[in-house]
């Protein structure tokens, strides 16, 4: 899919709900903070790769650059929790980015 990536401010309102559905689906697929707190820390290490390609394969149909970055900053903190070992809190602090990305975009487009 060819994607037009613009920030989300000057974006169409199209782009803003077409980027919130698909940080709505990344929430869907994606396991939520308390399904993280009952994971073990070894489960959790061995679906990052799993986390990473929903991720990546989302990055590729971002309408805007805005949720293009943010996609780009979980995918960063993921692999800085593999590699540093804080994965439950790195999980969950990328996890949240996405909501928080989601919830920006909402806002956003409600005021249009």
Known sequence: MACRNQNADSATKQELESDIRLLA???????????????????????IPLYLDEIEAALQCTATEYVSEITKQVITLLRNAAEAGDIRQGVGNAFSTLHEA??????LNNER
């Open 102 to 107: 989601r919830s920006e975009l909402h806002r």
């Open 25 to 47: 689906r990344l929430a869907e697929q994606l396991p939520s903070q308390s399904v993280i707190a009952r994971l073990s820390e070894s489960d959790i290490q061995d679906n």
